[in-house]
């Protein structure tokens, strides 16, 4: 069975749980993850969700911000240890857009031990993707995608699982129409809701180029998709944030809504 491990729920300022990051579990029990967060915290949360490094060599880094970008660091740090040590088997590859491969090499060259550095083009593996690419990643058909960020480049991505559904992830923005042929059809759709639309006027997503529930509810009821995942939230209502953000999506959207927390684990 596949499955989608949530390592983290919220946006760049939240302190109650981690940045937005998962991993999509295949049935041989390798992970293909997506972003890092914004520090070592990803190692807490892959040693309580019982994730080896052996596990993970594919990851995906969606665009430079720092909540999304600088885990990235500390992966690159304990699988390089392992490599070196001969406790790590293969190799690490990290695809990206083109513009973050010179950010995550510098990135890494500045905060990382020079005999760390050095397996950086050797068994860890910076791969630039470009927009509509497709990538053979465990045993999935990855279709990457420019999301037309209004703000950083960004890419999304989109995939068949072994089960014949698709999954797509639609980035840390609202959705542009310009990306309808790869979100429409999707029977998963992971999508940003910075928070209630009722609480709108509180955190102000609109100025800072993000969704509510209602908006992102709204674009799945339209496209006719049947999974809705919704994260990338603010936490100020974390304890609530489960069936406040499902009372409100409910009204919108007739599919199955989830609001996962960090840490849980949804069959795919």
Not at 6 to 34: L, W
Not at 77 to 90: H, P, Q
Not at 218 to 246: C, F, G
Request: with cysteine; proline share 3%; hydrophobic share 35%.
């Amino acid at each position: 069975m596949e499955q989608l491990y949530v390592f983290g729920t919220g946006h760049a300022a939240v302190t109650r749980c981690y940045n937005t990051c998962f991993a999509i579990r295949n049935p041989s029990d390798c992970f293909f993850m997506v972003d890092a967060g914004g520090g070592n915290g990803i190692l807490r949360i892959l040693e309580d969700m019982k994730v080896s490094f052996n596990q993970i060599h594919h990851i995906f880094i969606t665009h430079e911000h720092t909540d999304h970008l600088l885990g990235i660091v500390w992966m690159v740090r304990f699988i390089a240890t392992r490599i070196r040590t001969g406790n790590y088997e293969g190799d690490l590859n990290i695809y990206c857009h083109e513009g973050l491969v010179s950010a995550i090499d510098t990135i890494c060259r500045l905060t990382l031990q020079d005999s760390l550095c050095k397996m950086i083009g050797d068994r860890i593996h910076l791969i630039p993707v470009k927009d509509g690419q497709t990538c053979r990643i465990l045993d999935y058909d990855v279709t990457f995608f420019d999301i037309h960020s209004t703000k950083a480049k960004q890419f999304g991505f989109t995939t068949v699982l072994n089960n014949r559904r698709r999954l797509t992830c639609a980035g840390d923005e609202p959705y542009n129409p310009v990306c309808r042929s790869y979100v429409e059809g999707s029977d998963w759709l992971l999508h940003e809701a910075f928070c209630l639309y009722s609480e709108r006027d509180r955190f102000k997503p609109y100025e800072k180029h993000h969704s509510t529930v209602k908006d992102a509810c709204e674009l799945a009821e339209e496209l006719h998709i049947p999974n809705l995942i919704l994260w990338h939230t603010e936490d100020k209502s974390l304890d609530q944030r489960k069936e406040l953000y499902m009372a409100e999506g409910s009204q919108y959207y007739t599919g199955c809504l989830y609001v996962p927390y960090d840490e849980e684990i949804l069959d795919l």
